[in-house]
């Protein structure tokens, strides 16, 4: 079992940061996968980032260049970096661990989600 707690959610004006917390329990954080969703009211959930154990990671076209992944698997925790925040960036996001890639189904353990509101 994996349980997860992101945090580090807020609100932010158009074009200022914010860096998302994902906090992982369990000794084998090192061999999931960790990834990136949200979910904006009204609309269905949909992938942001991925890492795999080894560090290789993936983003969706809307957030390349400006979100990074990154995981300390010291610290069992995983990080989303995010730069050049947009109106449309504002959602509920959580975290998720498992399989590699983008698609929900690949992800065993959901965290409870953080919210992010960007203002224009």
């Known amino acids: 079992q994996v349980q997860l707690v992101e945090s580090g959610g807020g609100l932010v004006q158009a074009g200022g940061s914010l860096r998302l917390s994902c906090a992982a329990s369990?000794?084998?954080?090192?061999?999931?996968?960790m990834g990136w969703f949200r979910q904006a009211p009204g609309k269905e959930r949909e992938f942001v980032a991925a890492?795999?154990?080894?560090?290789?990671?993936t983003y969706a076209d809307s957030v390349k260049g400006r979100f990074t992944i990154s995981r300390d698997n010291a610290k069992n925790t995983v990080y989303l970096q995010m730069n050049s925040l947009k109106p449309e960036d504002t959602a509920v996001y959580y975290c998720?661990?498992?399989?590699?890639?983008?698609?929900?189904?690949?992800?065993?353990?959901w965290g409870q989600g953080t919210q992010v509101t960007v203002s224009s």
């Open positions: 998720a661990a498992g399989g590699f890639g983008a698609t929900i189904a690949v992800y065993e353990y």
């Open positions: 369990g000794r084998t954080f090192s061999s999931y996968s």
């Open positions: 890492i795999s154990w080894s560090g290789r990671s």
